[in-house]
Every structure is written in C-alpha cells, then in structure tokens.
C-alpha cells in the first residue's frame, strides 16, 4: 500500500465517520463541529487530487463562512424548538436508512464497472507547474472561457444576499426612541458633557467670547474630553481651548485605567 | 488497490452523497436537513474534481469552484428561509410546516 493512498484513506474514513456524526448526534451544534471535520477532510481530499485552490476556498468559504452562519441560525432559534431525532415516524427512517443503503449499493456497483470513455485532456501535473500552477491555470480558465459564467455568479451573489436581507426582516420594524443622541468621546470636539445638552456658543473673540466658552466647556476626565451630541462640534481645536475644572474626582477616574468613566461613576 | 485510482474518490463522494441524502430522509430538524443538503453538495463537488484528476482535466475544477459559489448563495437564502420560518411558526421540525397540505 503506498502513501498516498494510505493518506486518502486515513482522510476519507475521518470524513465519512464525520459525516455520520452530522445525521446522526442530536445537538445540531455537534452535528455543525462535525460538518466543520468533514469539510477539513475534503479539503484535503481536494489537495490530494492536484486542486489546491479548491482545497483553500473548501476552508475559508464553507468552514470560514457558511458553518459560521450555520451556528449563529442555532443559536438564534429557541433550543426548546429543537425537534428530536428518534421522535415519531419510524416507518418515515427506515425506509431512509433502506433507500440510501439501496442507492449505495448502486452507484458502488456503476462506479466499480465504469469504462472510461474519453480522451484525456493535457492539464498533467508537469503541464500545469510549466503554466504556472494550479491557480494561474484556473484563472485563466475563468476569466478566458468562463467569464459569462464569472459574471452570472456575481449576479447570483447579489441576489442571494438582497434576499437573505428581505427574509431576515422583521415583520413589524422596530421602533427605538430617539431621546438621546450617541455619546462621542473626542479629544476635538470639546463642547459638552455626559449626560447633558450644551447649546453651540457663540463663537466669540475677546474676553467675554472667552469667558463663555471657558464657562461652558465640557468636561475633562483624566485627560480626555466627554461630549454627547453633535450640537457641540466646534471648530476650535481642543489644544487652544481652556477647560473648566472638572467638577470630579479626578481620583474615581483614575482608578478606572482609562479615564473615561462610566455611567455613575461621578461621585 | 495499491495504486491511487479515481474509484476511490468516487466511492468517497458517493458514501458522502448517500450519507447527506439519509440525512435529508430521516431527520426532522431542518438546520440538519440543510447540513444534509450542504453535504451533498461537497460530495458532488469530490466526484467534479475526482473525474477532472483522472481525465487531466481543469473544467472539472472549475465546475466545483462555480458549485461552490452557487451553495454559497443558496446558503444564505436557506439560513434566512429558516430563520423567517422559526419566526413564523415558532419551529424548525419540518413536520410542523402545514401550510400546503391542509
């Protein structure tokens, strides 16, 4: 028995238990962790047959992307809704289990008489390191003789993910109050405190311009100012401004590590 | 068989194709039916490569890179079909879904 053919069977025999933990373990989060092994294992199946890139997109596309999907629908649907496996029709699995098994028995018995038929194509291993490897090969397949193909693809993409927004809809959109506008920590913007609304000022020279503004100005915790809305944008940089004292502990802050405080935190 | 032959990929994609199938039959969740169908898919896309290493063949791969990106999109649009569907009648048990048969 040479290597490789001991590297496919170590990797087909892994894929397949994987694969009947995915029909057969009652947590659909099992049953996903072992989707995950699968698609590992055909990946390197996928290498094993001269396919790296197929190998690379196998991991990131399905295990990257679409099992991540799969875990997050499981944790969004109520567990208590989970059905059970062994629960009710019986006739319905075996007669699964018998069809399946029936199949099988087919498409080994067509697989293991098959004549080939055919003239082989030029794409040898050797070919394809002298064209570059096996990315540039497919890339010129792509975007040479597929590129119709390429771009329905697109489409398709487009249109899979402007109806998965239309499904994941909620019926009755939701309604937020709009009572306060979000809180921005700036180091420009130094119009405003947390938790309070400060009108823009007059934007005055001389002193009484100035006394305002330093009346006015908004907090400084622990080196850093607070402002809540966008109402008190300024456009004099925070550097040539004076702050009033603020009316903190300055200590609270500082214990806190990063001297932005948090809701309460005044003393 | 000692030497590496297309029989084995095919054996391999056709257990897998028959495994996802028996999935889809018996089970009743439908987050494991579309596990099921996603199964499938790969194990079609192992005989499109197996077929393509034994004939030295790239359409065989780039037929699998073009299966890929299909199942990427039917993925989404199935996530979200289940998603409205535990929303609408509080289940994802496949048998719970009447709205055409009565």
Redesign the interface.
């Known amino acids: 028995?040479?290597a490789?053919?001991l590297v496919?069977d170590i990797l087909?025999v892994l894929?397949?238990i994987s694969?009947?933990g995915?029909?057969l373990l009652r947590n659909?989060v099992h049953?996903?962790v072992s989707?995950v092994v699968?698609?590992v294992n055909?990946a390197g199946?996928?290498v094993?047959?001269?396919?790296e890139?197929?190998g690379v997109?196998?991991v990131i596309?399905?295990t990257g992307?679409?099992l991540v999907?799969?875990l997050f629908?499981?944790m969004?649907?109520?567990p208590d809704?989970?059905?059970e496996?062994h629960?009710?029709?019986p006739l319905?699995?075996a007669?699964?289990?018998i069809?399946?098994?029936m199949?099988?028995g087919e498409?080994?018995a067509a697989?293991?008489t098959r004549t080939?038929v055919?003239q082989?194509?030029?794409?040898?291993e050797d070919f394809?390191q002298q064209q570059g490897g096996?990315v540039q090969?497919?890339g010129q397949?792509?975007y040479s003789g597929?590129v119709l193909?390429i771009q329905a693809?697109a489409v398709?993409?487009l249109?899979?993910?402007i109806?998965?927004l239309?499904?994941?809809r909620?019926?009755q959109p939701t309604v937020r109050p709009r009572t306060r506008s979000t809180g921005t920590i700036s180091l420009a913007h130094p119009r405003g405190a947390e938790g309070e609304f400060h009108p823009p000022l007059p934007i005055g020279a001389g002193a009484a311009g100035r006394a305002a503004r330093v009346e006015r100005r908004g907090e400084m915790r622990g080196g850093i100012i607070v402002v809540t809305d966008a109402e008190s944008y300024s456009d004099i940089p925070a550097w040539e401004l004076e702050f009033a004292e603020p009316d903190v502990d300055q200590k609270t802050y500082a214990e806190d590590g990063f001297g932005i405080g948090r809701e309460g935190d005044r003393s | 068989m000692n030497e590496l032959t297309a029989e084995h990929f095919l054996l391999l994609s056709g257990a897998l194709f028959i495994i996802g199938m028996m999935g889809v039959l018996t089970r009743r969740n439908v987050l494991i039916i579309f596990m099921s169908v996603e199964l499938m898919i790969n194990a079609v896309n192992v005989a499109f490569v197996g077929f393509a290493w034994e004939q030295d063949s790239m359409i065989g791969q780039t037929f699998a890179l073009f299966v890929i990106a299909v199942a990427a999109a039917e993925s989404i649009l199935g996530l979200g079909i289940i998603m409205a569907l535990s929303r609408r009648i509080d289940s994802v048990d496949v048998a719970d879904v009447t709205t055409l048969r009565d």
């Open positions: 028995m040479s490789e053919v496919f087909a894929a397949i694969a009947l995915v029909i659909p049953s996903a989707l699968t698609f055909l199946i996928f094993m047959l001269r396919a890139f197929l997109v196998q596309v399905y992307a679409i999907l799969v629908v499981i969004l649907v109520d809704e989970l059905p496996f629960r009710g029709q319905q699995q007669a699964g289990f069809i399946g098994l199949l099988l498409l080994a697989i293991l080939v055919g082989p194509g030029p794409w040898t394809v096996n090969v497919l397949f792509l597929y193909p693809i398709i993409l249109v899979g993910t109806g998965a239309v499904l994941a909620p019926d």
